[in-house]
């Protein structure tokens, strides 16, 4: 009888513990409740439409680069806001200028031979030694646009350029890259920025038109 009684005492244990390890399981389950992530719904493509201003930009300098208050020496349209970023201890000339646009209701920019046109009547007017030709389609952070080389004189020094034009309707955004000594600190400078170009909320980019 003395085994009998040991078995049965070792059986109540077991079937004991068991019953805890449950327990503890089903409290940990309740506590790890499984989370939904929020996803906020894209803007409309067409979002960009019903601003009538210039896109503000959430811009930061790249590394080496400070920002001052330097404008553009001649604008594609008089409606824009401007931000101008200066390669630290270089030349004056050694700057990232970015141009957000208004463009006026009769500019034509609907297609890219429309832009294209429109962007080299603008280089005439500032004086782009570059053939008129010369320009190519680009892409800057997902965004397809039209990107133009620019050569020209200031005060006596050629100053060079590379230039991203970026169209949504009436909305330019002109990235310019620009150098008289200092390419590689200049270029690396311009692609920093354009690798994580910070676009409008309102911007038709190709991955906000599923939603």
């Not at 001649?74 to 970015?98: G, K, P």
């Not at 009769?106 to 429309?114: I, K, L, Q, R, V």
């Amino acid at each position: 009888m003395r085994w009998l009684t040991t078995i049965a005492a070792a059986v109540l244990l077991v079937g004991a513990a068991c019953s805890s390890g449950e327990e503890e399981g089903s409290v940990e389950g309740d506590a790890a409740e499984e989370t939904t992530e929020v996803v906020e719904p894209a803007p409309s493509p067409t979002a960009h439409l019903a601003v009538t201003e210039p896109f503000e930009l959430a811009l930061q300098p790249p590394d080496g680069f400070t920002a001052d208050d330097a404008e553009r020496d001649v604008l594609v349209a008089d409606e824009h806001i401007t931000y101008n970023f200066a390669l630290d201890d270089s030349h004056a000339d050694s700057r990232i200028t970015v141009t957000s646009y208004l463009l006026p209701e009769e500019s034509e920019a609907e297609d890219y031979e429309a832009q294209a046109a429109l962007i080299v009547e603008y280089d005439n007017r500032r004086g782009n030694t570059i053939s008129d030709v010369k320009h190519t389609p680009t892409l800057v952070h997902g965004y397809s646009g039209l990107y133009r080389f620019a050569k020209y004189e200031v005060d006596g020094e050629e100053i060079s350029q590379q230039n991203h034009y970026l169209f949504a309707g009436q909305h330019l955004i002109q990235i310019t890259c620009q150098w008289n000594f200092d390419f590689d600190q200049v270029y690396q400078g311009c692609k920093d920025l354009t690798e994580v170009f910070p676009y409008p909320d309102e911007w038709p980019l190709p991955y906000r038109t599923d939603a």
